[in-house]
Structure formats: C-alpha cells, structure tokens
C-alpha cells in the first residue's frame, strides 16, 4: 500500500489514549514509507495523526473543503493541502488518493466517512480494505449492532467480514496487506434470509 485514508475525530475524545494511538499511527505510516491522507485539520486526533507522521518524515496529504480552513483549523506543514468544495468532494478525493482505508475514534462525521467507504466496496466501486482501529473497544457497540445486521437477514455475513478490526496498529496494517474483497453481490434474496 502506497498511501492510506484515515478517518478520525477533530476532538481528542475524553481517554489520551486516542491521542497516544492517533500520533503512533501517524508515526507508523511514516516509518513504513506508507503516505497519510486525511482530513487536513490541526485539530484533535486528525492534528495527532498527522504530527505523528509529519514529525517522522512521512508524506501528509490534507484535503479539506474551503469553509472549514476559513474557521482556521487546517494544519500548517503538510506534504500537500487540497481544497475542494464539498464534504462530498473531500470523500471522493481521499477515496481516489488512498489504497486502504482506517477509521480511528470520532464522531457522525467519522462514520459517515467510514460507512460511504464500506457501501461502495459492497457495491463493487473498489476493493480496497477498510479496516478499524478499535482503540480501549471504542467501536465494540458498532461491532453487535452490525452483528444485529446480519441475523436479521439485512448484512451479508460475508459484507460484514470487509470491515477489518484490531485493536493494534501492527495486526491491522497486516490484516489490509492481506485482504481478499468479497465476490459476490450486496443483494439478500428471501433464500438467504
């Protein structure tokens, strides 16, 4: 993988850990020559994403849309900063940009994010992994309630397995060098049910 997209939250959250683990990813990215693209604020866990890979010689790709760096939050430093208009065209960018996908701690917007990503690698729009850092089980109610998903006949088994999960840096990174994107289609027929 020549560069991954990562989705976070633009506040820290309550634990430091998410900061700690936010910075080590960054960190990680740079030590593997693996490039970072991301939503290009200063801001929160997005800002100690890329410090951690900025302060270790990594590529930092920003894409942001022109309203928010007029509230000043976009990071000064970066390899590049896009500007787009749209949130819309931020996901279009970052999607065209990457080669895999993370999502760390965040918020609506991180699962919006995280969540168009995965509807179109089932719908067949690219392959790439998508994958979950689940910092001290963050995403451990998401995790059932897609479970839910499936034992009601709404989530194929198999679309369910797209979503790579670990908890360290290290094991995700190999779960998405390893990936292997489902053949068959999103659609549940009354037999599968």
Not at 25 to 33: C, I, N, R
Request: overall charge negative.
């Amino acid at each position: 993988m020549k560069r991954i997209t990562v989705f976070c939250g633009s506040s820290f959250g309550t634990e430091d850990i998410f900061r700690e683990q936010a910075y080590l990813l960054g960190k990680t990215l740079a030590k593997k020559k693996i490039g970072l693209i991301y939503g290009g604020a200063r801001v929160g866990l997005m800002g100690a994403l890329a410090d951690g890979a900025m302060q270790n010689q990594g590529e930092v790709i920003g894409v942001l849309p022109n309203f928010l760096k007029g509230k000043e939050i976009a990071h000064e430093h970066l390899t590049e900063l896009i500007l787009v208009e749209t949130m819309h065209e931020r996901k279009t960018k970052m999607n065209d940009l990457s080669d895999g996908v993370i999502a760390l701690p965040g918020g609506f917007g991180t699962l919006e994010e995280l969540f168009e990503m995965l509807t179109w690698a089932q719908l067949g729009l690219h392959k790439k992994p998508i994958a979950i850092l689940n910092i001290n089980g963050f995403y451990d109610e998401l995790f059932k309630l897609t479970q839910t998903m499936v034992e009601k006949g709404l989530l194929k088994d198999i679309n369910q397995q797209m979503l790579l999960v670990s908890d360290d840096i290290f094991d995700l990174l190999d779960k998405m060098y390893n990936y292997q994107p489902p053949t068959v289609g999103k659609w549940i027929t009354k037999e599968e049910v």
